[in-house]
């Protein structure tokens, strides 16, 4: 046995390895590393190849120290001689490895790594049989060295000869034991490792599967192979939304995240070992895209320093976002469900990067899925490609509220337009933009309903002043012709369920506010239920706004009852009540037709309630029109 110094003081050394490294279990990756490669120098020399063994402290234990856990990695590779051991292990940042192209996997390497044993063992012994020890060198010999001690024993391996090849013994410190559990290695090892060229067992288990082919194949299949790897990668319990193979440096995937789970960072390999996990997508595209990437040449160990100013971490932070906007563009390519599913997961941040890049927005704004107004069970967007391709006019409607616009947006579905439903500022400053790009008006319902109603306003009418007399002051009276004797169209209910079915009601709005002067006109209100579609009521920020559409029968019957002299006081009721009726239709987002199938419910309830206040009044009333009751007047 031999002594042999170490020139590096171990615990000064090891005080700048913790600052570089997150955790002790750092150490399986560096033995793992060396392993392989003396695996790989092995098959170069015409050996077979064998699988590498790791053994945990679940597994072993050494038969003396109290029992203190072993960890152990084996492999039949290489092997090192007395000469080799002494050089590479008594020395640090030494490399006995070879340099040249092919004759490494450039993965590894005895010397810095190595010493990461000490970051969780106190003492490490390495037995080595050399495939060609030269003539009269022991074929096994053993390296040991205690963390404490600075003099490292070299001698002859005890017991009979072993095959050739390489078993690093480490001493576990008992406070850390339990991270080098058969499962925690298994866990870690497979994160740190995308594949291995050759077989891996851990306590019996096989690591994964190695590349047969060789690790320089290709590793991302294309097709489903990509979106298999990124779940199991990340553990998620669905596939990704899309994921597509990418040329980057290498090779690489990037891919969408399902829905409501966290966006992991890039995941960069160097030759199928994991280098770094930073954020290298720049935001929003972090916040619902991931990657894994397999370079040749990169930074095996890189601080944050390196990762800003190396010009080949630059470069790979340009190819990710190139990357990835391919990969959004990619996305027109792909089912229409695809692009809603994404869209519906992640559309705020997607419309955040199609604003910020005008290419982006050319290539995937035309097929962007945007919410239909009306939604069906079977379609509930409409694209800008589509809207073009219906060949029914150069302008695309949208809506903010479905209450207040609702009877606007049907007026523009009878026209045979498209209404759209935008609820947030940047996603209509980016539809805008898309439909300027395409030709397209892009118009709000109500304003344009508005501006057309004010251009074919009918002056003179003297129903203007009629309606006028009835209103507040800050509701506008607007007299104009529409389309036919609707109002501006049929009102569509916006309180179904999802079969169609009518909700319901609240009633006390009836009871509230313009209807407590009803209380005694519960004929008056009977009878002006056909009035419904008879007028119309919206707000925006100046106020509210009647429509009188003047081809409508009960408006015409009230234009004749006003030019023959009726009584003012009463037809003054019949607008009241007419006004009331539209702007509670609008308050509460319940249209005619749903109002009528309720008729029979809403005047029992009414009647009720108006009967409690007032004894006198009795019976149910009768659905008549305006022109019959006011005749009896």
């Known amino acids: 046995m031999r002594n042999i110094e170490i020139s590096t003081d171990v615990n000064s050394f090891l005080s700048m390895v913790e600052s570089l490294f997150d955790s002790p279990t750092v150490l399986l990756r560096e033995l793992l590393q060396n392993a392989l490669e003396a695996t790989f120098q092995a098959v170069r020399a015409g050996a077979h190849a064998s699988p590498i063994h790791i053994r945990t402290p679940d597994a072993i234990t050494s038969p003396g120290d109290g029992a203190r856990g072993v960890l152990s990695v084996s492999d039949h590779g290489v092997g090192m001689t007395e000469a080799d051991?002494?050089?590479?292990?008594?020395?640090v940042f030494f490399s006995g490895w070879p340099t040249g192209s092919g004759e490494t996997l450039g993965i590894g390497k005895f010397g810095f790594g190595f010493y990461t044993v000490f970051l969780a063992a106190d003492e490490v012994s390495v037995t080595s049989q050399a495939l060609q020890a030269p003539d009269g060198e022991a074929t096994s010999v053993c390296w040991s060295l205690r963390r404490d001690e600075g003099i490292a024993r070299l001698r002859a391996a005890e017991g009979a000869p072993q095959p050739h090849g390489t078993s690093v013994a480490l001493l576990i410190d008992p406070r850390r034991e339990h991270l080098f559990t058969t499962e925690s290695v298994l866990e870690y090892l497979r994160d740190a490792y995308l594949y291995a060229p050759f077989p891996v067992h851990v306590d019996g288990v096989p690591l994964g599967v190695p590349k047969v082919e060789g690790w320089r194949d290709s590793l991302f299949a294309r097709g489903g192979g990509a979106a298999d790897l990124m779940r199991d990668r990340f553990g998620w319990d669905e596939k990704p939304l899309h994921a597509q193979p990418v040329e980057i440096d290498g090779e690489g995937v990037l891919a969408i995240i399902p829905d409501g789970v966290p966006a992991p960072p890039v995941t960069v390999y160097r030759r199928g070992i994991k280098v770094t996990a930073e954020e290298l997508l720049p935001y929003p595209l972090n916040y619902f895209m991931c990657g894994i990437v397999n370079v040749e040449d990169i930074e095996l160990k890189p601080d944050r320093a390196g990762l800003r100013n190396d010009e080949r971490y630059t470069r790979?932070?340009?190819?990710?976002?190139?990357?990835?906007?391919?990969?959004?563009?990619?996305?027109?390519?792909?089912?229409?469900?695809?692009?809603?599913?994404?869209?519906?997961?992640?559309?705020?941040?997607?419309?955040r990067v199609m604003g910020k890049s005008p290419d982006l927005r050319r290539a995937l704004g035309p097929h962007l899925p945007l919410p239909l107004y009306f939604p069906s069970p079977t379609r509930r967007h409409v694209t800008v490609a589509e809207i073009l391709e219906q060949d029914r006019g150069r302008t695309v409607y949208w809506a903010y509220d479905r209450g207040v616009d609702q009877l606007f947006a049907d007026r523009?579905?009878?026209?045979?337009?498209?209404?759209?439903?935008?609820?947030?500022?940047?996603?209509?400053?980016?539809?805008?933009?898309?439909?300027?790009?395409?030709?397209?008006?892009?118009?709000h319902v109500v304003h344009d309903y508005i501006a057309e109603t004010r251009s074919s306003t009918v002056s003179e009418s003297p129903l203007t002043a009629l309606f006028e007399s009835v209103v507040e002051d800050d509701c506008s009276v607007l007299c104009v012709e529409d389309l036919d004797d609707r109002v501006p169209v049929k009102l569509i209910s916006v309180g179904a369920?999802?079969?169609?079915?009518?909700?319901?009601?609240?009633?006390?709005?009836?009871?509230?506010?313009?209807?407590?002067?009803?209380?005694?006109?519960?004929?008056?209100?009977?009878?002006?239920?056909?009035?419904?579609?008879?007028?119309?009521?919206?707000?925006?920020?100046?106020?509210?706004?009647?429509?009188?559409?003047?081809?409508?029968?009960?408006?015409?019957?009230?234009?004749?009852?006003?030019?023959?002299?009726?009584?003012?006081k009463t037809l003054e009721r019949h607008a009241r009540i007419m006004v009331a009726l539209a702007k509670f239709m609008a308050q509460t987002s319940i249209g005619a037709e749903q109002f009528e199938r309720l008729n029979s419910e809403v005047l029992s309830v009414l009647h009720d309630s108006l009967a409690a206040r007032d004894p006198v009044a009795s019976g149910v009333p009768s659905n008549d029109g305006v022109a019959s009751n006011e005749s009896e007047s």
């Open 85 to 91: 051991l002494e050089r590479s292990l008594s020395s």
């Open 316 to 351: 790979l932070r340009q190819n990710l976002f190139d990357g990835a906007k391919e990969l959004l563009k990619g996305l027109t390519g792909r089912p229409g469900s695809t692009l809603e599913r994404v869209f519906d997961a992640h559309g705020e941040q997607i419309t």
């Open 412 to 443: 523009v579905r009878y026209l045979g337009g498209t209404s759209i439903l935008l609820k947030d500022r940047r996603m209509l400053e980016l539809v805008s933009s898309i439909c300027a790009e395409q030709g397209l008006t892009l118009r």
């Open 497 to 568: 369920g999802p079969a169609g079915e009518a909700t319901g009601i609240d009633l006390s709005v009836l009871l509230d506010s313009d209807w407590r002067q009803l209380e005694n006109d519960v004929d008056f209100f009977s009878s002006s239920l056909a009035s419904l579609s008879s007028l119309s009521a919206t707000s925006d920020d100046d106020g509210w706004w009647v429509v009188v559409n003047l081809r409508n029968a009960i408006i015409r019957d009230l234009s004749t009852s006003l030019e023959g002299g009726c009584n003012a």
